[in-house]
């Protein structure tokens, strides 16, 4: 299948599938963490340039979404930060690609958009952290729990410290785990 990872600098996901066999592309306005097949851009224009895309898994920014974040709300939707969110993420949703998911943590698209199929969180998949990850599926199965382990440590501000704003924290927290990537591909395959 051809695979479009959807606002993935890190690669994980991408490579995943790539492991698998897949012709699996991460696409973000940054350039990728790591070697590997990687389109440096605007997933919108890549998502309507002709490309056939079997599958996408979308990772639109959650900054202005999620609801660790709502003492903001007010400014960001006055300013219309949030409105540009919202608009990204339904602009995903709505990519002609037969078999899409769309990850976000928990915020105010359950409410605007729907309720996400299903939330995860790393400890189902071998990672003893939370982090409550929704995710919103089109034509593709549940992910089924692989490796559930024992330790709930909150990864969202581990080793950030106070700084948990900085660019470094903000690119630490959103990766996906390994473990998640592995059974998107093994059970998305």
Same mark, same amino acid.
């Given at each position: 299948? =051809?695979?479009?990872?959807?606002?993935?600098?890190? &690669?994980?996901?991408?490579?995943?599938?790539?492991?698998?066999?897949?012709?699996?592309?991460?696409?973000?306005?940054?350039?990728?963490?790591? #070697? &590997?097949?990687?389109?440096?851009?605007?997933?919108?224009?890549?998502?309507?340039?002709?490309?056939? %895309?079997?599958? !996408?898994?979308?990772? #639109?920014?959650?900054?202005?979404?999620?609801?660790? &974040?709502?003492? %903001?709300?007010?400014?960001?939707?006055?300013?219309?930060? *949030? *409105?540009?969110?919202?608009?990204?993420?339904? /602009?995903? +949703?709505?990519? #002609?690609?037969?078999?899409?998911?769309?990850?976000? #943590?928990?915020?105010?698209?359950?409410?605007?958009?729907?309720?996400?199929?299903?939330?995860?969180?790393? %400890?189902?998949?071998?990672?003893? $952290?939370? /982090?409550?990850?929704?995710? +919103?599926?089109?034509?593709?199965?549940?992910?089924?729990?692989?490796?559930?382990?024992?330790?709930?440590?909150?990864?969202?501000?581990?080793?950030?410290?106070?700084? %948990?704003?900085? $660019? $470094?924290? =903000?690119?630490?927290?959103?990766?996906?785990?390994? &473990?998640?990537?592995?059974? !998107?591909?093994?059970? +998305?395959?």
């Amino acid at each position: 299948m =051809k695979i479009l990872i959807a606002c993935e600098r890190s &690669g994980i996901v991408r490579d995943a599938f790539d492991e698998k066999g897949h012709d699996a592309w991460s696409c973000d306005i940054l350039p990728t963490d790591q #070697p &590997g097949q990687h389109i440096q851009g605007d997933v919108l224009e890549v998502i309507h340039s002709g490309i056939h %895309w079997d599958m !996408m898994i979308a990772f #639109p920014p959650c900054t202005h979404l999620a609801v660790s &974040g709502a003492r %903001w709300f007010k400014e960001k939707r006055e300013d219309g930060r *949030q *409105q540009q969110g919202i608009d990204f993420f339904d /602009k995903l +949703w709505l990519a #002609p690609i037969k078999k899409r998911c769309i990850e976000n #943590p928990i915020g105010i698209m359950s409410t605007l958009f729907r309720k996400p199929d299903q939330i995860i969180q790393p %400890w189902q998949f071998g990672h003893g $952290e939370t /982090k409550a990850t929704c995710l +919103w599926l089109d034509r593709l199965p549940l992910l089924k729990s692989t490796n559930i382990v024992a330790g709930r440590e909150n990864r969202i501000h581990k080793g950030c410290g106070y700084s %948990w704003n900085t $660019e $470094e924290c =903000k690119k630490a927290r959103s990766k996906t785990f390994p &473990g998640i990537a592995k059974a !998107m591909a093994d059970q +998305w395959s």
